[in-house]
């Protein structure tokens, strides 16, 4: 069983740079999420998708975009990397409203120098 | 805004020692409450999910329970092992807003052998 999948695991950009992550789960789950994790302030929700072709923005959108074209994959951008994004990043996936179990990735280590 | 705090953030405990996690939020308008488990470079994993109108949800050793009207959650743990190391996250989901699951920042048990 793989669950959910990131890639990649670590990550170092320079200030400026682009760059995607990718999100696959293989359990069919209609809704999907990116977090990022900062000491002292938790898991906080950066964007979401509740199906194919959807997405919509968590708590903290600035300076990220996404894109759900499959079911399975859920691609997290920064378009122009900076220093406040160096962050621990969690992609989350959910079967739909009645299934209330959320699984997570690994996290992908990104530092922005 | 819902605000969901965890004291304390570090706790070390002896082998063998029952305990007591805690978890206090602000809104009393929850759907549910979920306990994580995070081990060091690792994603969450699920533990156990309360219903608001549950009171309690055991799993082995693990016993969640739920006062909605106080705001507060407690995770016990009966005879502690050094496997139960990690760092535990509380999650609440508002009513209605299946999106908005506000994080916990964790505690993070130490059990010494």
């Known amino acids: 069983n793989a669950g959910v999948t990131q890639t990649p695991k670590f990550r170092v950009l320079k200030t400026g740079q682009s760059m995607t992550l990718l999100c696959a789960q293989d359990m069919n789950h209609e809704y999907m999420y990116w977090y990022r994790q900062d000491p002292g302030m938790g898991l906080r929700l950066i964007h979401y998708?509740?199906?194919?072709?959807?997405?919509a923005k968590g708590e903290v959108p600035d300076g990220y975009n996404v894109s759900r074209l499959k079911k399975q994959n859920f691609l997290l951008g920064l378009e122009s990397a900076a220093p406040s994004q160096t962050s621990v990043y969690f992609c989350?996936?959910?079967?739909?409203?009645?299934?209330?179990?959320?699984?997570f990735g690994e996290g992908s280590w990104l530092t922005v120098v | 805004k819902q605000e969901v705090t965890q004291i304390p953030a570090a706790l070390s405990v002896p082998e063998g020692e029952n305990l007591v996690l805690n978890c206090s939020f602000t809104d009393s308008a929850i759907y549910n409450l979920q306990w994580f488990r995070q081990d060091p470079g690792k994603g969450l994993t699920s533990l156990l999910l309360i219903q608001s109108s549950q009171r309690e949800q055991t799993s082995g050793r693990l016993n969640a329970s739920l006062d909605k009207s106080s705001g507060r959650s407690t995770l016990y743990i009966a005879a502690s092992q050094p496997g139960d190391s990690a760092t535990y996250l509380c999650a609440v989901r508002p009513e209605g807003g299946y999106q908005k699951v506000t994080f916990g920042t964790g505690t993070k048990l130490q059990v010494i052998p």
């Open positions: 998708s509740v199906g194919e072709g959807t997405t």
């Open positions: 989350a996936s959910r079967l739909g409203t009645a299934g209330n179990t959320i699984y």
